[in-house]
Each structure stands twice: as C-alpha cells, then as structure tokens.
C-alpha cells in the first residue's frame, strides 16, 4: 500500500485570485501539477497531484531552446527592391517589436535586383 497522498484539494470559494495565484507558485516550486477545478459539491478548488509527466489540462510540452512543441512558425515569402535581406530583417523586427535572430532564412539575395525569398 502507498502512504503517500495522491492529490490534495484546497478549497478557495472564499479565496481573492492573488491568493489562489500563491498556491499555484508554491506547487510549482515543490514541481507538483495544480489545477482550479469545481468538484462534485459545486465547490471551486485547487487540485494539487504529483507531477507524473503525463500532459494534463494547461501542460505545456517544451521542446528544444524552451519553446513549446504546440507554438506555430508563421512562414512567408518576402518580396524586396534594392534592399539587402538583412536591412529587410531588421525593419521588420523592429516594426514587430522583436529581434532580427527570430528570423530565420537561407542565404542572402542580390541588393539591387528584385528577389522573393522565404522566411
């Protein structure tokens, strides 16, 4: 027989949001998995489970560098005049409010001809 506990339920109906905000930091410095559910009695709680690794309801599976498996790549092609793919880069990073090593290409066109290439 297990002695230990499977999962806990904290009841927070009478709880303010920072206060719940708290518990979910806590169970997630301790690497345990927490959830605000309403049970059988129609009450809210925090269900806190050990962490199995199994993905649950807001688990977010991390691939390589920290991103998640589940983000989407936005691809385009870009049209330029007498522009180098890099000028063209960097204009666009700083009118999305990012960084230029977000984008990613292959190679770099001719300046001054008029090129397509993908993003």
């Not at 297990?2 to 709880?15: A, C, F, P, T």
């Not at 927490?34 to 806190?48: C, F, L, Q």
């Amino acid at each position: 027989r297990n002695s230990e506990l499977e999962k806990v339920d904290i009841g927070v109906d009478q709880m303010s949001k920072e206060e719940r905000t708290a518990i979910h930091t806590i169970a997630k410095r301790f690497e345990l998995r927490s959830e605000t559910i309403t049970n059988e009695a129609k009450e809210k709680v925090i269900r806190i489970e050990k962490n199995t690794g199994k993905k649950g309801k807001g688990d977010i599976v991390r691939g390589e560098r920290g991103r998640s498996k589940q983000e989407k790549f936005l691809h385009f092609s870009l049209y330029k005049e007498n522009f180098s793919t890099g000028e063209c880069i960097s204009c666009m990073a700083r009118g999305a409010r990012t960084k230029d090593r977000f984008f990613s290409f292959a190679g770099t066109k001719d300046k001054r001809g008029r090129t397509l290439q993908r993003v």
